[in-house]
C-alpha cells in the first residue's frame, strides 16, 4: 500500500531526547530563503529533489536500524553494531532537517511509497553473517558511497547559506556512514568463504542497477537551481559513473568482492 510521505515529532521527551543527541538543528539560517529569487521550475525542481531527499533519509535510517539488528544478530564486535544504531539517529535528523528545507522552499511534491518494505531485503536461506554483509554492502558501500558523491557536489555549488548549512550537517555525518560497510567486511573476511564473496559481488551488481536511473534515461530539463543544490544533468550522470567505480567497485575489489567487469560496464552505460 502506498502512502504519501509525511513526518511527525511526538514532541515531548522523545524530542528533547533527539535535540540532546543532535543539537543543533534550530541553529541553521532558517528563514532566509528568498523564493522570489528562483524561477519557477526551479523552485519546483528543487522541492521534488529535495522531497526525495527526505525520503532517501528516512529509507537509510530504516536500512540502517537493518543493519545494526543484522550485525547484532551475527556476534559482530558491539561497537560496530552500535556505530550502526548511532546512524539511524544520523539519518533521522538528516530526514528532519531535509524536511525543513523543503518548508522553506514550499512544501513537499507528492511522493508515495510502500513504508512497509522501505527497509532492505536480504537473500532467503543465508547465513547471519552474509546476511549483514548484504545489508552493509548495499546499504553503506553502495549507497551510502554514492550519497556522499551526489552531496559532494551539491555543497560544491550550493551558494545559498541555508542550502550549504543542510548539506554541511548531512555531510558531516556520511563518511562514517560509507565507511562502516568496509569496517564489518573487514572484520568478516576470515569468515566468508570464496562462495560467499561470489554470492556478495552479485548483490553488489544488483544494488548497483538500483541506481542506473542516476546515469540513464534522466530528464534532461529538469535542473534544479545551483545555488540550492541542483547540478546540471550530464555532469551528474558523469560524477555517478566514475563514483560507482571509483567509491563502489574498487573499495569492494580491494575485500576479494570482484563485481563482474563485462556486467559493469553494461550496468553503467548510459
Ligand atoms: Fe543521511
Ligand atoms: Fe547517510
Not at 124 to 138: C, D, Q, T
Request: contains cysteine; aromatic residues 4%; negative net charge.
Amino acid at each position: 500500500m502506498l502512502d504519501q510521505l509525511e513526518l511527525e515529532l511526538l514532541g515531548g521527551p522523545a524530542e528533547a531526547r533527539l535535540r540532546r543527541r543532535r543539537p543543533g538543528a534550530d541553529d541553521l539560517p532558517w528563514g532566509t530563503l528568498d523564493r522570489t529569487q528562483f524561477s519557477c521550475d526551479g523552485l519546483l525542481e528543487a522541492r521534488a529533489v529535495w522531497t526525495n531527499g527526505v525520503f532517501t533519509e528516512y529509507a537509510s535510517a530504516a536500512a540502517f536500524a537493518s543493519l545494526a539488528t543484522a550485525f547484532l544478530e551475527c556476534k559482530a564486535p558491539i561497537d560496530l553494531s552500535a556505530a550502526a544504531a548511532d546512524i539511524v539517529v544520523d539519518e533521522i535528523d538528516h530526514a528532519e532537517i531535509a524536511s525543513r528545507l523543503v518548508m522553506e522552499l514550499g512544501g513537499a511534491v507528492p511522493l508515495h511509497a510502500n513504508f512497509a518494505m522501505v527497509s532492505p531485503a536480504a537473500s532467503a536461506g543465508v547465513s547471519p553473517l552474509v546476511r549483514a554483509a548484504e545489508i552493509a554492502i548495499k546499504t553503506s558501500c553502495v549507497g551510502e558511497a554514492l550519497s556522499i558523491s551526489a552531496l559532494s557536489r551539491s555543497h560544491a555549488v550550493a551558494d545559498h547559506p541555508l542550502a550549504r548549512a543542510v548539506l554541511d550537517r548531512l555531510l558531516r555525518d556520511e563518511g562514517a556512514h560509507a565507511r562502516i560497510g568496509t569496517w564489518f567486511l573487514e572484520w568478516a573476511d576470515d569468515r566468508l568463504t570464496p562462495d560467499d564473496r561470489r554470492h556478495l559481488a552479485v548483490v553488489a551488481l544488483d544494488a548497483i542497477k538500483v541506481y542506473q536511473p542516476l546515469w540513464r534515461g534522466r530528464c534532461a530539463s529538469c535542473e534544479a537551481p545551483a545555488a540550492l543544490g541542483g547540478m546540471a544533468v550530464a555532469s551528474h550522470a558523469e560524477l555517478m559513473v566514475d563514483a560507482v567505480r571509483i567509491r563502489v567497485v574498487r573499495p569492494l575489489a580491494r575485500l576479494g568482492i570482484e563485481v563482474d567487469r563485462v556486467e559493469l560496464d553494461e550496468v553503467l552505460a548510459g
